[in-house]
């Protein structure tokens, strides 16, 4: 094996073979025959958090890796593990202790609370003019919704008249628009 690192001898970077990798690395450079010994660096090992994934009605305990001086924040979209899984997330609470905050060096995390924004479920209520009808629709957590547009969702076609998002008010100006994993509810009437 072969690495390419600095030769005292030559005074600049060179091709060095390396002779023995056990606890030192010991390495010759394969122009002047110099042989130095490395010491090996240690990369920080990562830890697995507790991550409870949140998918509309139910909840999985799953795992995310991280370095322990990585910082996460509420709102931070990673990657959860669940066994063969991999799920994109949002952090939506993070717990230290029996105590809730807003960001935290992995090492101090208990438990990190999220939520799936990959797949979501996003709730319809359309107004006929007497009643209300609940719908609801399951797709991309990229997927736009435009207040003024027009949608068919099971077999209803309705006008998006505002949108709510999880984090703000109401949307209600024509022409604004969101993504759904930000939506807690959309509403419309029925054309």
């Known amino acids: 094996m ?15 073979e390396v002779i023995a990798d056990s ?11 110099h042989i130095q010994h490395l010491k090996k660096s240690t990369a920080p090992k990562s ?3 507790k991550t409870i994934i949140s998918r509309e009605n139910s909840s999985m305990v799953c795992g995310i890796e991280l370095l322990p001086d990585d910082e996460c924040s509420l709102d931070d979209h990673i990657v959860a593990e669940c066994g063969d899984e991999s799920v994109g997330v949002e952090v939506t609470g993070i717990e230290i202790v029996n105590r809730r905050v807003n960001r935290a ?11 799936v924004i990959e797949q979501v479920i996003v ?10 009808i609940p719908l609801y629709k399951e797709c991309d957590g990229e997927d736009p919704f435009i207040v003024g547009e027009i949608c068919t969702v099971q077999g ?3 006008k998006i ?31």
């Open 105 to 115: 060096r992995a090492r101090d995390i208990t438990v990190l609370w999220t939520r």
């Open 2 to 16: 072969f690495i390419t690192i600095y030769c005292p001898q030559c005074g600049e970077e060179c091709k060095h």
């Open 156 to 158: 209803k076609r309705f």
């Open 47 to 49: 830890i697995i958090i």
């Open 123 to 132: 709730k319809i209520s359309v107004h006929d003019g007497r009643r209300t």
């Open 161 to 191: 008249t505002q949108l709510k998002l999880r984090d703000g008010p109401l949307m209600r100006k024509e022409g604004w628009k969101t993504v759904a994993q930000r939506l807690k509810r959309v509403y419309g009437y029925r054309l």
């Open 23 to 33: 606890r030192n690395r010991i390495v010759r450079c394969t122009i002047c025959n």
